[in-house]
Structure formats: C-alpha cells, structure tokens
C-alpha cells in the first residue's frame, strides 16, 4: 500500500507525488492538520478556513476515485514522526509519497519522518512540485545561487526556452479499497475555523479557479502590465491564494499562458512577459528560502542592516494595523487587507514601506501582521516583498528608495475610487483632495484622523538611520 500526503497542494489535477502514488494502483491519502503549527507559524485563520473549506472538496474528489482520505490531528509537527509511523504500520504501508516544502520547519520535519520511517524499511519519495524548478537548481557560474533577480529570470528563461514544464496526466480511478475510515473525520475539527469572509471572496471549486486563471489570460493579460498597479481596477489575476494551497500548480499557470504557442516558450507581447516574470518573482523567493534559510529565522538578508536602530511606537504601529494613519492610500491597503484578506500588490508596496521607513517600525512586525491576515499568506513571498520594501532583503530597493504614499496614490489612484470602496469617510471628496485631505485646509472637519508623521521628515530620517550602517 502506497500512502500520498497531501501538504499545500491540495488538488488532483498535476500533482506530482499523487501521480506517482497512484500508479501502484492501491493508494491512501493523508492530510495532517497541526493547529498549534499553525499558531506558531502565524498563518490568518481566514487562510486556514480556506484550507479547510478546500479539504473537504478534495476529500470528495479523492472518493470518487476510490482513494481514501485519512484526516489526523497533530497539534505539533515535533509529534508526526511517531504518529505517522504507526498510521503506516496500521495501513502496512511501503511507501509515503509527498511534495517538497520550501521552509526550514517544513525540512525538518520531513528528515525527521524519513528518518524514523527508513529504520523501519518504509520509503519517503519527495517531489519537485511547488517551484517551476528543483530548489538549488538555478546556478550562476560559479555554481552559486543568484543574488539579483534579473540574473535568476535570465537563467529562468534559458531553461524554459529548452523546456517548459508539463503538467502530470489525471489520476485513473484506483480499485476499491474496504477500509474503514470513519476515525479520520474532518467536519468537527473545521467548525473552529469557519469565516464568512472567505466564503464571501474566495470560492475554492475548481470551475472557478480555472475560469479565474482562462478569464485573466484571454482578457486581462495584454493589459496587465498596466492596469496591475491600478488598484481600483480589477487587472490582477487574483490566483496567489490558489497557487500558495495548491489548488492550482504553477506548471498550469505557465502551460495557460504558452497555450498559443502550443506550450513552448515563446513571448508575444508585454503582457505576458510581465506576468511572467512576476511568476518568476515568485520562483526567487522560493529558491532564496531553500539556499539562504537564515530568512526564514526572522534575520535580515544584509547582514549589515542587523544593527538598524527600528523605532519602539506601538501606537504608530496600531494605527497602521487597524488603517488609521491619515494617509488615504495606506489606510485603504490595511482596510482591505482586514475585511478580505487579501491586499493589492502595489499597495502591499506602499504600506510595507511607509512601515518601515516613515515610520521607521521593524520590519518583522509588518511581515507577522500580513501573515496574520493575509488569505494568500507564503512564508518565502511575504518575507522575500517585506525585505523588498525595507531594503534590508536580496535585491532590495536601494535605502534611498522611499515610495511617497501621496504621489503613488494619486498615481495609481488618480480618482480616488481605491480610497472611496475602503475609507468611505472620505468618499465625499473631490479627486484632488481625497489623497491628502488636510494638506490645504487642516482644520477640515472630518471623521478620518490627521497623518500620524510628517512624510518629508519621516523620509529623511530613515535616511540618515540606513547611511549609519
């Protein structure tokens, strides 16, 4: 008997390790839910209603294919070795089949597995499932991993003019299997975790995730490298949480974008190439957790900016939490991150760096908060964007580099419609006015507070503070 474990990759459709799993034609599946990992780890609980919404189509799915789903809870993943050993011994199961994860903790925890369960000849078979590319595979010539993200899409993109990587045929359905399962049951354990707000804005059927991802490419994508900074326009494709469980591969996303080309790489327009590269984006946060796991331990990339002196102002910081700063643009982004998990792109942008350099707060406690509340919330992305945003990361905007809120606002926001949907107290505002309401009149009365710091100031200071190091 060959057992599957489905971690961040819950799907039928191009799984490596369930393809595999599945041709000894006798196959169960696992999911382990760790509730105090998940602490641990601070993923949103709007993520983990996400997750386990999704878990219970997959359970069905996996049904109709004859291939039960076994569902255990182990609060802790120090607690799976043992656990998992006697499940295999339970099932006499010669091998476990899994997809490999990127982070520290998730490393760990599968050497520990493979340890325990290779003493008692059972087998782990790991795949390359969640990265276009095994992990440690895109080298410079030195042999070294790549630094600078326009280094690593070069090499990205030689590899994929050779090959674009295909998707894994569908599962068969196995033979009928008399076990019984009742023991591993899922619905007692999800009523802990449900939110509407997920329901509300996040399906997580697959109708609609590949009519989300067809949709994006044949309407969306010849304008894409404009309209993604929009926010008020709908010109992103929305996939991130999708592509963080696993609901959809990253070959299928790269597949649907080469379908003209009959899947071979081949660039027709801005479009494409700049979605592209944002997948690739993606991919280099990916390989820079595997090769510099330092990241993934709460430290810097730079080891010189270890030593920045980040300001202790928890009331600054609450007001950015709960988008109360007076600076629209940025209260806008927090809002929406509150009421939907989710947060526009160039948005994540400016409130990442107006954190970290107006208000000259670490960091850390803007990466935690997002991973508290984001629904697409991945340990490599969010780390990879904050260090981004704090210069303090691989390939990081230069310290100098200090986006102004109000200028991006009323870039990207030339209307204000972003700022009406999310600060509806200043959605009576002219367009002119709505990005810095008491820049000419500060006695305005209004229920919206007053810019919690000076943003020239703000700005020369946290440059002064990065020429220190």
Same mark, same amino acid.
């Given at each position: 008997?060959?057992l599957?474990?489905?971690?961040?990759?819950?799907?039928?459709?191009?799984?490596?390790?369930?393809?595999?799993?599945? +041709?000894?034609?006798?196959? !169960?599946? @696992?999911?382990?839910?760790?509730?105090?990992?998940w602490q641990?780890?601070?993923?949103?609980?709007?993520?983990?209603?996400?997750? !386990?919404?999704?878990?219970?189509?997959?359970?069905? +799915?996996l049904?109709?294919l004859?291939?039960?789903?076994?569902i255990?809870?182990i609060?802790?993943?120090?607690?799976?070795?043992?656990?998992?050993? $006697?499940?295999?011994q339970?099932?006499?199961?010669?091998?476990?089949?899994?997809?490999?994860?990127?982070? @520290?903790?998730?490393?760990q925890?599968?050497?520990?597995?493979?340890?325990?369960?290779?003493?008692?000849?059972?087998?782990c078979?790991?795949?390359?499932?969640?990265?276009?590319?095994?992990?440690?595979?895109?080298r410079?010539?030195s042999?070294?991993p *790549?630094?600078?993200?326009?280094?690593f899409k070069?090499?990205?993109?030689?590899r994929?003019?050779?090959d674009?990587?295909?998707?894994?045929?569908?599962?068969?359905i196995?033979?009928?299997?008399?076990?019984?399962?009742?023991?591993f049951?899922l619905?007692? #354990?999800?009523?802990?975790?449900?939110?509407e &707000?997920?329901?509300?804005y %996040?399906?997580?059927?697959?109708k609609?995730?590949?009519?989300?991802l067809n949709?994006?490419?044949?309407?969306?994508?010849k304008?894409?490298k404009t309209?993604?900074?929009?926010p008020?326009?709908d010109? &992103?494709s929305?996939?991130?949480? *999708?592509?963080?469980?696993?609901? !959809?591969?990253?070959?299928?996303?790269?597949?649907?974008?080469?379908?003209?080309?009959q899947?071979?790489?081949?660039?027709?327009?801005? /479009? +494409?190439?700049t =979605?592209l590269?944002?997948?690739?984006w993606?991919?280099?946060y990916?390989?820079t957790l595997h090769?510099?796991?330092?990241?993934?331990?709460? +430290?810097? #990339?730079?080891e010189? &900016?270890?030593?920045?002196?980040w300001?202790?102002?928890?009331?600054?910081l609450?007001?950015w939490q709960?988008?109360?700063?007076?600076i629209?643009i940025?209260?806008?982004?927090m809002?929406?991150?509150?009421?939907?998990?989710w947060?526009?792109?160039?948005?994540?942008?400016?409130?990442?760096?107006?954190l970290?350099?107006n208000l000259?707060?670490?960091?850390?406690?803007?990466?935690? %908060? #997002?991973?508290?509340?984001l629904?697409d919330?991945?340990?490599a992305?969010?780390?990879?964007? %904050?260090?981004?945003c $704090?210069?303090? /990361?691989m390939?990081? $905007?230069p310290?100098?580099?200090?986006?102004?809120?109000?200028?991006?606002?009323?870039?990207?926001?030339?209307? /204000?419609? *972003?700022?009406?949907e =999310?600060?509806?107290?200043?959605a009576?505002?002219?367009?002119k006015?709505i990005?810095?309401?008491?820049a000419?009149?500060?006695?305005?009365?209004?229920?919206y507070?007053?810019?919690?710091?000076d943003?020239?100031?703000s700005?020369?200071?946290?440059?002064?503070?990065?020429?220190?190091?």
């Amino acid at each position: 008997m060959h057992l599957i474990w489905f971690r961040n990759d819950l799907r039928l459709h191009d799984h490596a390790a369930l393809w595999h799993a599945a +041709q000894s034609r006798q196959c !169960l599946a @696992l999911v382990i839910l760790s509730p105090e990992q998940w602490q641990l780890h601070q993923d949103a609980p709007i993520k983990i209603d996400f997750y !386990l919404r999704r878990l219970k189509i997959l359970k069905q +799915q996996l049904e109709a294919l004859n291939i039960p789903l076994l569902i255990l809870n182990i609060p802790l993943w120090k607690d799976i070795s043992e656990q998992l050993l $006697a499940l295999c011994q339970q099932f006499q199961i010669s091998t476990v089949h899994c997809n490999i994860e990127t982070g @520290l903790n998730e490393q760990q925890r599968d050497q520990a597995v493979e340890q325990l369960l290779q003493q008692h000849q059972i087998s782990c078979e790991y795949y390359e499932d969640r990265t276009l590319f095994p992990l440690g595979s895109i080298r410079n010539q030195s042999q070294q991993p *790549y630094q600078v993200f326009t280094a690593f899409k070069k090499k990205c993109y030689e590899r994929l003019l050779i090959d674009v990587p295909s998707c894994y045929p569908d599962i068969e359905i196995q033979p009928k299997q008399a076990i019984d399962i009742s023991q591993f049951d899922l619905n007692a #354990f999800a009523q802990n975790y449900q939110q509407e &707000t997920a329901n509300q804005y %996040w399906p997580v059927e697959d109708k609609h995730v590949f009519e989300l991802l067809n949709e994006f490419i044949a309407d969306r994508l010849k304008d894409y490298k404009t309209d993604r900074d929009f926010p008020a326009i709908d010109g &992103t494709s929305q996939l991130s949480p *999708y592509l963080n469980i696993g609901i !959809l591969s990253i070959r299928e996303c790269v597949q649907t974008l080469f379908t003209s080309s009959q899947g071979y790489f081949q660039l027709e327009d801005v /479009g +494409q190439q700049t =979605w592209l590269d944002e997948l690739l984006w993606r991919e280099f946060y990916q390989h820079t957790l595997h090769d510099f796991p330092k990241v993934s331990r709460h +430290q810097p #990339f730079k080891e010189n &900016t270890k030593v920045i002196e980040w300001r202790d102002a928890p009331e600054d910081l609450t007001a950015w939490q709960q988008g109360r700063t007076g600076i629209p643009i940025v209260d806008a982004g927090m809002r929406q991150l509150l009421a939907t998990g989710w947060m526009h792109n160039r948005v994540r942008m400016i409130t990442a760096m107006f954190l970290s350099k107006n208000l000259l707060i670490d960091w850390r406690l803007g990466e935690a %908060w #997002f991973m508290q509340h984001l629904i697409d919330g991945d340990l490599a992305a969010n780390n990879g964007g %904050w260090q981004w945003c $704090a210069s303090t /990361g691989m390939d990081a $905007a230069p310290y100098f580099r200090i986006f102004n809120p109000v200028n991006q606002s009323q870039r990207f926001d030339p209307n /204000g419609d *972003y700022i009406r949907e =999310w600060v509806p107290e200043l959605a009576h505002l002219d367009a002119k006015t709505i990005h810095e309401p008491y820049a000419k009149n500060p006695d305005l009365g209004l229920d919206y507070p007053k810019p919690i710091v000076d943003l020239k100031s703000s700005r020369a200071r946290a440059i002064e503070v990065f020429k220190q190091i």
